[in-house]
C-alpha cells in the first residue's frame, strides 16, 4: 500500500517562507521512476495544479501563480518531494498536497487531476496579510 504523508505546513505572514514535504512508502510506487507534483486547494475553488518535476528533476513546470517564487526539488533516494515557498502571500492559502503522476514525466496534461495515481492527505498552508 502507498503511503504519501506532506509536512511542513502552518501559519506565517506574507513576505514570508516555508518549505513542504512529502515522503512516499510502501509497495507499489517506485518513488524514483515517476513524475510528482504538488496541488493545492483553497476553501469554495478547485483543486489547482501547483508544480511538476519529472522523475530526474531535468523537467520542471510551474503555474503562473508561483512561478519565481515557489520551487520544486525531490530527493529519489530519500523517496521526498519538496516545495520551498518563498514571498509567500495571503492568495496562497490552501491545503497543499502532493501527488504521484502515472508516468515519469511531466506530460501535457500535468495540471489534470486525472493524471495522477496516488494523493497524500494534504497539509494547511495559511498566509497572514
Known amino acids: 500500500q502507498v503511503k504519501m504523508v506532506e509536512s511542513g505546513g502552518g501559519l506565517v505572514q506574507a513576505g514570508k517562507s516555508l518549505r513542504l514535504s512529502c515522503i512516499t512508502s510502501?509497495?507499489?510506487?517506485?518513488?524514483?521512476?515517476?513524475?510528482m507534483s504538488w496541488f493545492r486547494q483553497a476553501p469554495g475553488k478547485e483543486r489547482e495544479a501547483v508544480s511538476c518535476?519529472?522523475?530526474?528533476?531535468?523537467?520542471?513546470y510551474y503555474s503562473d501563480s508561483v512561478k519565481g517564487r515557489f520551487t520544486i526539488s525531490r530527493d529519489n533516494d530519500k523517496n521526498t518531494l519538496y516545495l520551498q515557498m518563498d514571498s509567500l502571500k495571503p492568495e496562497d492559502t490552501a491545503q497543499y498536497y502532493c501527488a504521484a503522476e502515472k508516468y515519469s514525466y511531466c506530460g501535457v496534461d500535468w495540471r489534470s487531476a486525472e493524471e495522477y495515481r496516488y494523493w497524500g492527505q494534504g497539509t494547511q498552508v495559511t498566509v497572514s496579510s
Open positions: 518535476i519529472s522523475r530526474s528533476s531535468k523537467i520542471i
Open positions: 510502501g509497495s507499489g510506487l517506485a518513488f524514483e521512476e515517476y513524475a
